[in-house]
């Protein structure tokens, strides 16, 4: 008696052996058709995230694309850049909109500075790190560490970018809903008081080892009863800035506005 087991082989009808598939080997169309199902599903839950569904995926696509993940440089239009300015200026009129709307009896500098709050980078950054689109962004090929810290940098930008993107796809009012839902808690807060300018100057002055800051009249104009000041602020290796007001204290406080807005300093006021 023969102990051996014979081999046993499926055929084909026409009697030869049918190829059996190696598992550890997924076939290229495959595993392509299962990238796009999983990037459809990633830029679905992203969608949801936003609260928007594009008609235009690209422009989803292309406002979370850094400029490092550009194969050309030169192509800068296809990162999220332009899409942030655009988004930028189509946050503050609707926010304008809302603090106008929120806000009746609020004369133009307090809707001003309320404006300047909700809009600054660092609002812009939360409401990214609320919706969860910190690893949603694309970058170039940079270390672990630094595309962290790069990623969380940007986070005011792409939210910005996102803005733009959901404003050209569906227009002002989708824009708005999403402005909406993410701004009115923020809006409805009590505004934080913001720092004098002076002292938001100085402490910045010493903190890159400069000296004190330094104020000088430069003009007084207008009637003794009502006059007008023009007062410049002076900083060793910067421009002197200038600033006008009713009082030499108004002034300065002015002046070192414009120098904290043209260094990018913040968290100054102006306020007389």
């Given amino acids: 008696m023969n102990d051996e087991t014979p081999d046993i082989q499926t055929s084909s009808p026409s009697g030869d052996a049918s190829p059996q598939p190696d598992a550890g080997h997924e076939p290229a169309a495959?595993?392509?058709?299962?990238?796009?199902?999983?990037?459809?599903?990633?830029?679905?839950?992203?969608?949801?995230?936003?609260?928007?569904?594009f008609a235009d995926p690209a422009l989803l696509a292309t406002a979370f694309t850094h400029v490092s993940a550009l194969k050309s440089a030169r192509k800068r239009?296809?990162?999220?850049?332009?899409?942030?300015?655009?988004?930028?200026?189509?946050?503050g009129l609707i926010v304008?909109?809302?603090?106008?709307?929120?806000?009746?009896?609020?004369?133009?500098?307090?809707l001003s500075k309320r404006l300047a709050e909700l809009v600054r980078k660092e609002s812009c950054a939360d409401v990214?790190?609320?919706?969860?689109?910190?690893?949603?962004?694309?970058?170039?090929?940079?270390?672990?560490?630094?595309?962290?810290?790069?990623?969380?940098?940007?986070?005011?930008?792409?939210?910005?970018?996102?803005?733009?993107?959901?404003?050209?796809?569906?227009?002002?009012?989708?824009?708005?809903?999403?402005?909406?839902?993410?701004?009115?808690?923020?809006?409805?807060?009590?505004?934080?008081?913001?720092?004098?300018?002076?002292?938001?100057?100085?402490?910045?002055?010493?903190?890159?080892?400069?000296?004190?800051?330094?104020?000088?009249?430069?003009?007084r104009t207008g009637p003794h009863h009502?006059?007008?000041?023009?007062?410049?602020v002076d900083l060793p290796g910067l421009a002197p800035a200038e600033g006008l007001g009713g009082s030499k204290r108004a002034a300065e406080k002015v002046a070192a506005s414009v120098m904290i807005a043209r260094e990018g300093v913040g968290g100054g006021s102006n306020d007389g």
């Avoid at 999983?38 to 569904?53: N, Q």
């Avoid at 239009?77 to 946050?91: A, I, K």
């Avoid at 304008?96 to 307090?110: I, K, Q, V």
């Fill in 128 to 219: 990214a790190k609320s919706l969860g689109l910190l690893d949603d962004i694309k970058l170039g090929a940079v270390g672990a560490s630094a595309s962290a810290r790069l990623r969380k940098s940007v986070l005011g930008d792409i939210c910005e970018a996102v803005i733009g993107a959901v404003f050209l796809d569906g227009g002002y009012a989708a824009a708005a809903q999403f402005v909406e839902r993410n701004w009115t808690e923020r809006m409805r807060k009590p505004r934080r008081p913001l720092r004098d300018p002076k002292t938001v100057l100085q402490e910045w002055a010493q903190g890159k080892g400069l000296p004190t800051p330094v104020y000088r009249e430069v003009e």
């Fill in 77 to 91: 239009g296809d990162s999220y850049q332009r899409l942030e300015f655009l988004g930028d200026h189509v946050l």
């Fill in 96 to 110: 304008s909109d809302m603090l106008y709307r929120a806000f009746p009896n609020a004369d133009e500098g307090e």
């Fill in 30 to 53: 495959a595993k392509k058709k299962r990238g796009k199902i999983s990037a459809k599903a990633a830029t679905a839950a992203l969608e949801a995230r936003i609260g928007h569904k």
């Fill in 226 to 232: 009502d006059p007008q000041f023009r007062v410049a």
